[in-house]
């Protein structure tokens, strides 16, 4: 019987040999002070607010980056800038993910293709949205809306073969409600976090997908909400770090998720948000 028992822990000592030595090698990180050294990161939305400081961290530990933004030329051309100054090849382009009609995502990642190499890393940040009840939305509002967050996502990931490793930037909506503004980003937004936990199976083990969600954050986007002010103020003095969510904290959070160090992190969204989503 003992001579049964010893063969049977060699055999179980023996696969687990085998699918440690599966394992492919790290590809990026840990390692020296700029272990993202031959990544090519695409950051949608990537030049200001959360995605900028994603776009900073990332190039900071030596990743090539990739940005994207709508409107702000000049701010975009200063993260491109800014993203050189910390010795690695950047560049930016114009793009709006809202149009269901085109194929935006496609020609983006050929553009990043042509500039930099394949993109093998995504982090799908560009966001956009209504501030209006859902009774008064119309077909449009819902198209850009949607295609911005959950479409591009995918479509991304499709045209992407290369990817190793993919964050979604989510938001606190998607499970809370504040009525009569925000009920199309939030339903874009749930659509998004369940587009992550299907890919993260479907891609496994080629390429993680992890979506965070960043607590209240001070940018140009929330302050585009009537009552900004107030919903600052109520979340700095409920929130039990005593502050707002900085893009600064999500940037380190999103490098972590995007390295070989959390490679057994899939399908998951991470709250960032210093406490504030565990009150009662």
Not at 18 to 40: K, M
Not at 78 to 104: I, N, T, W, Y
Not at 234 to 239: E, G, L, N, P, S
């Amino acid at each position: 019987m003992d001579t049964e028992k010893d063969s049977e822990r060699d055999t179980e000592k023996d696969m687990a040999t085998e699918q440690e030595t599966d394992i492919p090698p790290l590809t990026y990180g840990p390692g020296g002070d700029r272990p993202f050294a031959g990544a090519v990161a695409l950051v949608t939305g990537g030049t200001k607010g959360i995605g900028g400081g994603i776009a900073r961290r990332l190039a900071a530990l030596g990743s090539d980056v990739a940005v994207t933004y709508l409107r702000d030329r000049a701010s975009a051309d200063k993260k491109v800038a800014e993203l050189r100054e910390l010795g690695v090849r950047a560049c930016a382009r114009r793009a709006f993910f809202g149009d269901p009609q085109g194929d935006v995502p496609a020609a983006v990642v050929d553009w990043v293709t042509a500039e930099l190499g394949p993109p093998t890393l995504l982090v799908s940040n560009a966001g956009t949205g209504v501030e209006l009840s859902l009774l008064d939305t119309r077909r449009s509002h819902w198209d850009w809306t949607v295609e911005t967050h959950a479409r591009s996502l995918l479509r991304l990931v499709q045209c992407a073969p290369e990817l190793r490793a993919v964050l979604a930037v989510s938001s606190p909506g998607a499970h809370r409600v504040m009525p009569h503004a925000y009920g199309l980003l939030a339903a874009s937004k749930a659509a998004q976090e369940s587009l992550v936990r299907y890919l993260a199976v479907e891609l496994a083990p080629r390429c993680r997908v992890n979506a965070v969600t960043p607590g209240l954050v001070d940018t140009d986007a929330a302050r585009s909400f009537g009552r900004h002010a107030e919903l600052f103020e109520t979340a700095r003095a409920r929130t039990p770090a005593g502050r707002l969510t900085l893009p600064q904290d999500v940037g380190a959070v999103a490098a972590f998720l995007l390295s070989d160090e959390a490679r057994m992190i899939t399908g998951q969204n991470l709250v960032i948000d210093g406490g504030y989503s565990i009150l009662m």
